[in-house]
T-cell receptor, first 117, second 114 residues
Framework: AQKVTQAQTEISVVEKEDVTLDCVYE???????LFWYKQPPSGELVFLIR??????QNEISGRYSWNFQKSTSSFNFTITASQVVDSAVYFC??????????????FGRGTSLIVHP | NAGVTQTPKFQVLKTGQSMTLQCAQD?????MSWYRQDPGMGLRLIHY???????DQGEVPNGYNVSRSTTEDFPLRLLSAAPSQTSVYFC?????????????FGAGSRLTVL
């Protein structure tokens, strides 16, 4: 069975602080995919990044960076110099095979990030 | 560029009533799914479909029915609504069931069962 744990329910920071959102996953598959999605207050869900299990390179996109470590089964997300517009719920997701052979995504419970001006 | 369209956006039901949440996508996506979002529970998979005529249960299927007669449409039926089904429902689709596929979500449907 696959599982995603986002232990931080809510994080509150002041603008310009750096913040890291944790994601720990469980799967027995050797091939799997990890994702982060963002849900701003407007409610829609937006894709941020995808990583496959064979690519442990960290990724940086502007103020966003992602640290994937297979040794600790973690795929953490860091926002540098946070801004009020970063306030959202962030979901980590794992896509691994089901018994039928399909990849069905499993989501964590989400971390609500509140950035105060 | 409609993407994934969900209707209605808001609905209030009384216990025991039935209704259908509609989901349509125009991207020729094979995979479609329904999630419910509840406070503190994240997104939980209700049902999914890997192609027309094929559906399967997710994590929380009880009380819901689905069918997939066309590639484009994946309606979610509540046969006898219960207050526990008060939630925000999201339909999502992707090109296939390969693990790398990114989900495209609809805007959500907020359902209240009194």
């Amino acid at each position: 069975a696959q599982k995603v744990t986002q232990a931080q329910t809510e994080i509150s920071v002041v603008e310009k602080e750096d913040v890291t959102l944790d994601c720990v996953y469980e799967t027995r598959d050797t091939t799997y995919y990890l994702f982060w999605y963002k849900q701003p207050p407007s409610g829609e869900l937006v894709f941020l990044i995808r990583r496959n299990s064979f690519d442990e390179q960290n990724e940086i996109s502007g103020r966003y960076s992602w640290n994937f470590q297979k040794s600790t089964s973690s795929f953490n997300f860091t926002i540098t110099a946070s801004q009020v517009v970063d306030s959202a719920v962030y979901f980590c997701a794992l896509s691994a095979t089901t018994s039928g052979g399909s990849y069905i995504p499993t989501f964590g419970r989400g971390t609500s990030l509140i950035v105060h001006p | 560029n409609a993407g994934v369209t969900q209707t209605p956006k808001f609905q209030v039901l009384k216990t025991g009533q039935s209704m259908t949440l509609q989901c349509a996508q125009d991207m020729n996506h094979e995979y479609m799914s329904w999630y419910r979002q509840d406070p503190g529970m994240g997104l939980r998979l209700i049902h999914y479909s890997v192609g027309a005529g094929i559906t399967d249960q997710g994590e929380v299927p009880n009380g819901y029915n689905v069918s997939r007669s066309t590639t484009e449409d994946f309606p979610l039926r509540l046969l006898s609504a219960a207050p526990s089904q008060t939630s925000v429902y999201f339909c999502a689709s992707s090109y296939g069931v390969a693990g790398a596929n990114v989900l495209t979500f609809g805007a959500g449907s907020r359902l209240t069962v009194l």
